[in-house]
């Protein structure tokens, strides 16, 4: 697939995904979340009725540079 080329040196992008850890060693794709964030009583972040997109991620093959895009909305999750 192409991706396009790098904003910084113009060589070639590849696309991937970051991971973030959970609990038990879980692993989540990277998500981008709507509003800022706020802290249930329990202290975990009030998700509910907030849009919840997965991040894209794509990398230069050459210097490195990450671009991080959220998903278009068609098929966004919502908790």
Do not use: H
Not at 24 to 48: C, D, M, R
Not at 53 to 77: D, H, M, S, W
Request: charged share 30%; hydrophobic share 30%; proline share 3%.
């Amino acid at each position: 697939m192409n991706y396009g080329n790098c904003s910084k040196c113009g060589y070639e992008m590849e696309g991937g995904f970051l991971l973030d850890r959970g609990d038990a060693g879980y692993t989540y794709q990277t998500t981008w979340v709507e509003g800022e964030p706020a802290k249930s009583w329990f202290g975990t972040l009030k998700l509910k009725a907030k849009r919840i997109l997965p991040v894209k991620t794509l990398r230069c093959k050459q210097c490195g540079y990450i671009e991080l895009y959220a998903a278009k909305e068609k098929g966004e999750g919502r908790v």
